[in-house]
């Protein structure tokens, strides 16, 4: 299998393919690659200096960490000051900034946050530590959920009483939808996250593709993948295809993973959901069910965050609708680098900004 | 934050199963996937394996790039 996989990096037939998309000479086209790890993989290889100008790659809002809104970050400040608390989370949202502090400072001033890999690691340190209560700060798309559903159904199976999860998970349709609408935006076709499809499948995309005649391609995170994903993509943005190809079948099928789906379907449901920089999506989020209201932190700990955005001078907002790129922002690379990070796409290394920034954005 | 990886499953004990992920062992979670068995690669995000790679479908992926560097080579 490995030897199968190392083919996804085979550079003779990147360099045919870069020429092949290169040789383009149609109209222009408003690619955007939906996915955060795209984005990454994008800048690492460089594949925007690979493209002719008619071939325009824009970054979508597909990085969690990007997209969690200011008052998350102020609401787990605020747990984090609690007496007997341990904040657990992922890694990227340490240096997330929150109004007037981020998870890292108050960490340094002796806050007890610990990042974990996976949620399930947050209730092994709630099994450890009886006498505080463990709060994991749960963001991520579809890929995420599944894993933090399952954390919670196996606290309810396990009758944990100190472990909380304090939500802010998000869910892609919606939200591809509003920016396909968006006609500042013009996206003509989509590259889908690989791995959100892993988990939802490919036939949600249809509506978008028959209904709007906007199409698209999954596809994985190699070089060859994603090059052969937007030749894919140009020709049938041209012969106007309605369709959503999958070029990642060896993870991704038209149902997904049904197992993972229900999973999360019986811990969340569907709300609306404010998006850093990009404001309130209808139906784009998910909040946890009443049954589940024991380990909902929001509820557990009465916070009623202000959902006002402040205005830092970030564009990461228009940045994730692309309608602006990282170069674009005065703050860029100034004020505002992955050590010190402004907004929250200079945080995550899957966000716009920070991938532009260690790789280069790689415009002609 | 998103990195999902490929692993090979080398061992299973109930629900859990020890895999490879580029030469390093880990626990994971199969809670999340069906039908599984020692041997199978797959796709392990946060703690968990959420979907199992399928070799024929990665082959038929490869038929189609072999297909489009043929036209290349005419
Ligand atoms: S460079 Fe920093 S401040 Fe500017 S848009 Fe990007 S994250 Fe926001």
Redesign the pocket.
């Known amino acids: 299998m490995n030897k199968l996989l190392s083919i996804f990096r085979d550079p003779e037939l990147a360099v045919k393919l870069s020429k092949k998309l290169s040789d383009y000479e149609g109209e222009k086209v408003n690619i955007m690659e939906v996915c955060g790890t795209h984005t990454m993989c994008i800048s690492r290889y460089g594949i925007r200096s690979m493209l002719p100008e008619s071939i325009n790659l824009i970054s979508g809002p597909g990085c969690p960490v990007c997209v969690t809104p200011v008052y998350f970050i102020n609401s787990a400040i605020e747990l984090s000051e609690e007496k007997d608390i341990i904040i657990t989370t992922f890694g990227d949202l340490m240096k997330v900034p929150g109004s007037k502090s981020s998870l890292l400072k108050e960490k340094a001033k002796g806050s007890d946050i610990r990042i974990v890999y996976s949620p399930l690691d947050a209730i092994k340190i709630a099994e450890e530590n009886t006498n505080k209560k463990v709060v994991f700060l749960s963001v991520g798309f579809e890929t995420t959920t599944p894993v933090t559903a399952l954390t919670v159904l196996k606290a309810k199976e396990g009758g944990l009483k100190n472990f909380f999860v304090l939500s802010a998970n998000k869910t892609m349709p919606s939200a591809l939808k509003a920016l396909a609408l968006d006609e500042e935006v013009g996206v003509q076709g989509y590259l889908y996250p690989g791995h959100v499809s892993a988990i939802i499948g490919t036939k949600v995309y249809e509506d978008l593709a028959l209904n709007y005649g906007i199409c698209g391609v999954v596809t994985g995170f190699e070089p060859i993948d994603i090059l052969h994903g937007i030749l894919t993509l140009v020709s049938n943005i041209n012969k106007k295809n309605k369709i959503v190809v999958n070029e990642y079948s060896r993870v991704v099928t038209d149902k997904g993973n049904e197992e993972a789906v229900k999973i999360t379907d019986q811990v969340f449901w569907p709300c609306d959901s404010v998006w850093r920089g990009i404001g309130n999506l209808p139906q784009s989020g998910l909040n946890m069910r009443e049954e589940f209201k024991e380990y909902d932190a929001w509820k557990v700990f009465n916070l009623n965050p202000s959902h006002k955005e402040e205005n830092?001078?970030?564009?990461?907002g228009e940045?994730l609708k692309g309608r602006k790129k990282?170069s674009d922002?005065k703050?860029?690379g100034k004020n505002?680098v992955p050590e010190n990070?402004?907004?929250?796409?200079?945080v995550s290394s899957e966000g716009t900004?920070a991938a532009y920034y260690r790789y280069g954005g790689g415009d002609k | 934050m998103c990195l999902a990886l490929p692993g090979k499953i080398i061992k299973i004990e109930d629900k859990t199963g020890v895999v490879e992920i580029m030469g390093v062992t880990r626990e994971v979670s199969l809670e999340l996937i069906r039908n599984y068995q020692i041997g199978d690669y797959v796709l392990i995000h946060a703690g968990c394996a959420i979907q199992k790679i399928d070799e024929e479908e990665a082959e038929k992926t490869i038929e189609l790039f072999k297909e489009l560097k043929e036209i290349g080579n005419e």
């Open positions: 830092s001078g970030c564009l990461c940045i990282p922002c703050l860029y505002c990070p402004v907004g929250a796409c200079m900004c």
